[in-house]
């Protein structure tokens, strides 16, 4: 397909280092540091749990014998809903329990802060995780082409805002945040987002600098494509530096676990929402995150450890991931309220497909259908469930579930109650509220 001097310009800057990712972010804007209240800033952060998460063992459908039939070592008893300090998960008088790992979620819950939607999935689902992510990505379930819903959100709402507008954490840029219109920086560490000199002469660092300011600002032809190459860079190199002198200012009451005091998962995801939150409570402009944390593909041994024959269902793989997105979260949500943004936050979960309703031989699940989601935050009319459990008599031919609500329609929910955005125009159709928001 040509590629015209547009988009060979927004396709490069994606690809490159931080010397050309983040054009014209920074020109009007200035950190406020610990200042941020405004009543009408919407902060919305994505979480993708990336591997297919099972949702049958992160709400657990514990009074239906049907799943303890399906899964007779994975499954939960009523007696061992209990999190780490004994406290019950189960919700409330519903027929439903939060894995024990995720005992920040069930506070949450319980101070109707976090809403849940049950059944999510799209028709005619497939079970691959790259075109599966794809789908989600796009809300295109014709095989996941185009942009990103979050980069088209961008491109109706914020081109041409003053400020860092939409920031990924980690990896690569996701499909999600793909856009024609704006280009969306993806950080992997507040130390590497800057202008990368030689190393081996960090005296001579600022030298590098302004010779690389002073290749870019000379003359050069107005709208000629060399020009917009330099002006890209030089702003830049600009805003990171403004970035790395805002975070700094970043202080909170709130301590995100690090090395040896919790598992990997734990530490490293939290250190992502840390991030977020630096970024959050300092540039008032920023205001669309998107966070992953991965491996949640869990074929064999999900639970336990080799010591129990990996039969211990509140330890294990599954457990140590839902462990780090409950309390990562709860952290998160801690901390915007402390710098009075509780009310301007919500937070959203996704993961490309569930598991099998039946366990394998393994003592592990394969890619399945229906899953849920967790929507949080103030905003959010939380302590309820959404949406409908898919019925575990009532399988499809695959023998997997059968999705009760879109995900499109909890896509479309947040567009137009939180973002303020036309779901129709970015989704390619009208969808059903699903109600978690007023």
């Known amino acids: 397909m040509p590629v015209n001097r547009r988009q060979f310009i927004k396709r490069s800057a994606s690809a490159v280092t ?30 993708q749990m990336s591997g297919g998460n099972d949702g049958l063992n992160t709400v657990v459908p514990f009074t239906d014998s049907r799943y303890r039939t399906l ?10 809903l209990k999190d780490a300090a004994g406290n019950s998960t189960i919700l409330g008088n519903d027929p439903f329990a939060l894995n024990p790992a995720m005992s920040e979620m069930k506070q949450l819950y319980d101070t109707s802060k976090a809403a849940i939607v049950l059944g999510v999935g799209y028709p005619i689902p497939n079970l691959s995780h790259f075109l599966s992510m794809d789908i989600w990505q796009t809300a295109n379930t ?12 961008a491109d109706q709402k914020l081109i041409g805002q003053p400020g860092l507008s939409a920031v990924s954490i980690g990896g690569s840029l996701p499909k999600a945040m ?8 993806s950080i992997q560490s507040f130390a590497s987002y800057t202008f990368q000199t030689d190393g081996r002469f960090p005296g001579d660092r600022n030298n590098q600098i302004n010779a690389f300011h002073g290749t870019n600002t000379r003359d050069l032809p107005v709208n000629s494509f060399i020009k917009a190459i330099a002006d890209a860079g030089v702003d830049a190199v600009d805003g990171a530096a403004q970035l790395q002198t805002a975070v700094a200012a970043y202080t909170s009451p709130v301590h995100y676990p690090v090395n040896g005091e919790a598992t990997g998962q734990v530490v490293n995801f939290a250190a992502a929402l840390k991030m977020v939150a630096q970024i959050a409570t300092t540039v008032s402009d920023a205001n669309l995150f998107h966070v992953q944390i991965g491996g949640f593909d869990h074929h064999s041994q999900q639970i336990g450890a080799q010591a129990d024959n990996y039969t211990n269902k509140t330890t294990g793989q ?32 996704w993961s490309e497909f569930g598991r099998r309703p039946n366990e394998n031989a393994s003592h592990g699940t394969d890619h399945g259908t229906g899953s849920v989601m967790f929507v949080v935050g103030d905003p959010v009319r939380g302590g309820k469930l959404y949406g409908a459990q898919p019925s575990l008599g009532d399988l499809d031919s695959a023998g997997n579930l059968k999705f009760t609500v879109d995900f499109r329609s909890v896509y479309a929910t947040i567009l137009e109650k939180w973002l303020s955005a036309d779901s129709r125009a970015i989704l390619g159709n009208s969808y059903a509220d699903v109600g978690f928001l007023g």
């Open 318 to 349: 599954h457990a140590n991931l839902l462990k780090a997105v409950s309390l990562g979260m709860k952290l998160f949500y801690d901390d915007m309220a402390a710098h009075g943004l509780a009310n301007n936050l919500v937070m959203m979960t």
């Open 178 to 185: 793909y856009a024609s219109k704006v280009v969306i920086p």
């Open 18 to 47: 931080v010397s050309l990712v983040m054009p014209k972010f920074w020109m009007s804007s200035i950190a406020r540091s610990q200042e941020i209240t405004a009543a009408e800033r919407r902060i919305f952060l994505v979480i």
């Open 71 to 80: 899964r007779p070592v994975l499954g939960f008893q009523a007696n061992e």
């Open 142 to 153: 014709n095989g996941g082409l185009g942009n990103g819903w979050l980069g088209k959100y």
